[in-house]
């Protein structure tokens, strides 16, 4: 189908667009070059035309547009996904939410906003009312509040508040529909799972209700040990004993050449816990790691560790690790991993002696369900496809752990494994003429698209 690219500017006239090839193309793009396998196959993907709403009306007008000329639309926040969530495979709109970053208000324990916030903006404010995000992505900075919804699990915060979609966290959200006459759908409670982690597939998400918590004023420290299976047992323990922290990560020695900034605050010879720990716990936290032989290397707070030109230690941990050893050696690409419960660091001892050199381990402290979840982002040395599938399969079957494919577009093929029939039941309402992110989603086939 050919689209009418002028009748579709001019029913979308008054709304900003971009249609520079380069910043189309560089608004194609998000972090799927973390995988040689996504570089290749994403290689040179890109939409027609950035629309960038100014307002939820704005959004409107767009969806009815696309909907009436069968337009390809792809969501975009941030753009800082990692499986070319965001990256349109059959090219089309780009939806530019970031200008959509209102506060609609902050109450007691829950913040209602518009989706295309930038997390960073959103948790500040939350903060002068004396308040916090329950969690949020090692990348706070960039990415936005409806990008996480849709896009992410969880992160810095998990730990104690466990992931994204157990229930509380997000409480509501509001979804334009992509028809001719666009509707609005709102989602309570459990619903949200409807579009929770659905790439954008099933209607756009517009604003959104979270919960709050009391705001602790956080020191980013590190712990060091003679030992990963010290440093894991130490962040295990410290988990278990539910002090109170919002952060703790492992990331072992081999790492401490990619975080130079650090210096002596993470040398070569240790292995570190990056933490981030509520002030009058951490004598408790500085006393078990001297009890287990460790030492605190720093404790600062947040504007300390900016004036000393580190990061902040919510950027020590998740994906910015992994990042960190990214960008300094392009052999590298990495796995996600999930540990069978209850979490024995012996396996990862075996596991590091079984890979050698060829990878590298980082593991996050996390709740999931209610229950502690441990994960690992590991470094991989890249020995092709096969290699990796070969990888994959030996952690499953011999480990018992569960990988979240990052090498993969799909929502099935990466991280949930299965067809969610909520979320394509959603889809027949919410994107009936199955224009949302097309190809992200297995469970949509060109049969279940309204013909009219
Ligand atoms: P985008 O990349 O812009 O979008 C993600 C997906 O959501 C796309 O499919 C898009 O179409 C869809 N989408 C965006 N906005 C909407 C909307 N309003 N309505 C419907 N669909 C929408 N993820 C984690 O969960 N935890 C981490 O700790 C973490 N750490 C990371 C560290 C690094 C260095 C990197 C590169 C990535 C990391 N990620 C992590 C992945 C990613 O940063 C997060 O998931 C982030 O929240 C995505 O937000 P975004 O605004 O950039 O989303």
């Known amino acids: 189908?050919?689209?009418?690219?002028?009748?579709?500017?001019?029913?979308?006239?008054?709304?900003?667009?971009?249609?520079?090839?380069?910043?189309?193309?560089?608004?194609?793009?998000?972090?799927?070059?973390?995988?040689?396998?996504?570089?290749?196959?994403?290689?040179?993907?890109?939409?027609?035309?950035?629309?960038?709403?100014?307002?939820?009306?704005?959004?409107?007008?767009?969806?009815?547009?696309?909907?009436?000329?069968?337009?390809?639309?792809?969501?975009?926040?941030?753009?800082?996904?990692?499986?070319?969530?965001?990256?349109?495979?059959?090219?089309?709109?780009?939806?530019?939410?970031?200008?959509?970053?209102?506060?609609?208000?902050?109450?007691?324990?829950?913040?209602?906003?518009?989706?295309g916030i930038r997390?960073?903006?959103?948790?500040?404010?939350?903060?002068?009312?004396?308040?916090?995000?329950?969690?949020?992505?090692?990348?706070?900075?960039?990415?936005?509040?409806?990008?996480?919804?849709?896009?992410?699990?969880?992160?810095?915060?998990?730990?104690?508040?466990?992931?994204?979609?157990?229930?509380?966290n997000v409480t509501y959200a509001k979804v334009v529909t992509v028809e001719r006459e666009p509707q609005v759908i709102e989602l309570h409670g459990d619903e949200i799972q409807k579009v929770q982690h659905a790439y954008g597939t099933n209607g756009i998400v517009t604003e959104l209700e979270l919960a709050l918590t009391q705001a602790t004023d956080w020191l980013h420290c590190a712990a060091l040990f003679d030992g990963y299976d010290t440093a894991l047992r130490f962040a295990q323990g410290a988990q278990e004993e539910g002090f109170d922290c919002y952060l703790l990560t492992t990331v072992e020695r081999r790492f401490?050449?990619?975080?130079?900034?650090?210096?002596?605050?993470?040398?070569?010879?240790?292995?570190?816990?990056?933490?981030?720990v509520a002030p009058d716990e951490m004598d408790r936290f500085r006393e078990k790691a001297e009890r287990m032989g460790g030492r605190i290397s720093f404790a600062m707070t947040k504007p300390e560790i900016r004036e000393a030109g580190l990061q902040p230690a919510y950027e020590c941990g998740w994906n910015h690790t992994t990042l960190q050893a990214l960008k300094a050696d392009k052999g590298w690409t990495y796995l996600q991993v999930a540990y069978p419960q209850p979490f024995d660091p012996d396996l990862v001892m075996r596991q590091m002696a079984r890979y050698g050199d060829e990878i590298y381990w980082h593991h996050e402290m996390a709740r999931m369900g209610g229950h502690i979840?441990?994960?690992?982002?590991?470094?991989?040395?890249?020995?092709?496809?096969?290699?990796?599938?070969d990888l994959i399969a030996e952690l499953?079957?011999?480990?018992?752990?569960?990988?979240?494919?990052?090498?993969?577009?799909?929502?099935e093929d990466g991280g949930m494994k299965e067809i969610d029939t909520a979320q394509i039941e959603f889809k027949k309402r919410a994107d009936p003429y199955g224009l949302m992110n097309p190809g992200k989603t297995r469970g949509w086939t060109a049969e279940m698209a309204r013909q009219d």
């Open 1 to 115: 189908r050919v689209i009418d690219w002028p009748a579709f500017r001019a029913e979308i006239e008054g709304i900003r667009v971009y249609d520079d090839p380069k910043q189309v193309e560089l608004r194609s793009r998000d972090y799927f070059w973390y995988s040689p396998i996504l570089n290749e196959q994403l290689d040179g993907v890109t939409g027609d035309l950035v629309v960038l709403p100014q307002d939820q009306d704005e959004v409107k007008r767009v969806a009815a547009a696309v909907a009436r000329h069968r337009i390809p639309l792809t969501i975009r926040g941030g753009g800082t996904g990692n499986y070319g969530q965001c990256v349109p495979l059959e090219g089309g709109v780009i939806l530019d939410l970031t200008r959509l970053d209102k506060i609609v208000e902050i109450g007691e324990g829950r913040v209602r906003c518009e989706a």
């Open 119 to 168: 997390i960073s903006r959103l948790d500040d404010a939350a903060r002068e009312t004396g308040q916090e995000l329950l969690m949020y992505p090692s990348t706070r900075q960039m990415a936005t509040i409806g990008g996480f919804l849709a896009g992410g699990s969880g992160g810095i915060g998990s730990l104690r508040h466990g992931m994204l979609r157990d229930p509380g």
């Open 256 to 276: 401490a050449p990619y975080y130079r900034k650090f210096g002596d605050l993470f040398p070569e010879d240790r292995d570190a816990v990056f933490a981030m």
């Open 373 to 389: 979840q441990i994960f690992a982002l590991p470094l991989v040395r890249w020995r092709g496809r096969q290699a990796m599938y």
């Open 396 to 411: 499953e079957e011999k480990d018992g752990c569960t990988i979240f494919d990052p090498h993969a577009v799909t929502i």
